[in-house]
């Protein structure tokens, strides 16, 4: 995946175009995330017990990921995300481990 829980991203398209937050969950299933205090959806509830009022409780819903623009950490700037198999060794054994990159400054995204 490209975007992953903690990111801060920016939304590119619909009512919250512009703004960015920190993504709180990801459903790559259906391919969508929710970002925190945006793109939020109001949800009616009943009162259960006799007497006791309905309320509106105001959610992140999701949003696709095909409208979302990370954020490098490093030059702040909303960018596109690639990947780089990088080499560490641990112990006396040498592990490749894929890493994200920024595509525009080239520094790894953590």
């Known amino acids: 995946m490209k ?8 939304i590119i398209i ?3 175009k512009g703004k960015e937050g920190k993504v709180l969950q990801v459903f790559p299933a259906t391919g969508k995330a929710s970002i925190e205090s945006l793109n939020l959806a109001i949800k009616h509830l009943r009162g259960h017990r006799q007497g006791e009022k309905g309320q509106r409780i105001e959610f992140p819903a999701p949003i696709n990921l095909s409208n979302l623009l990370l954020v490098c950490p490093a030059c ?3 960018t596109r995300v690639g990947f780089k198999f990088v080499e560490e060794i ?3 054994k040498k592990v490749k481990e894929k890493v994200r990159i920024c595509k525009k400054c080239g520094k790894t995204i953590e």
Do not use: L, Q, Y
């Open 3 to 10: 975007i992953k829980t903690g990111d801060r991203v920016k």
């Open 14 to 16: 619909g009512k919250d």
């Open 76 to 78: 702040g700037k909303g």
């Open 90 to 92: 641990s112990g006396d």
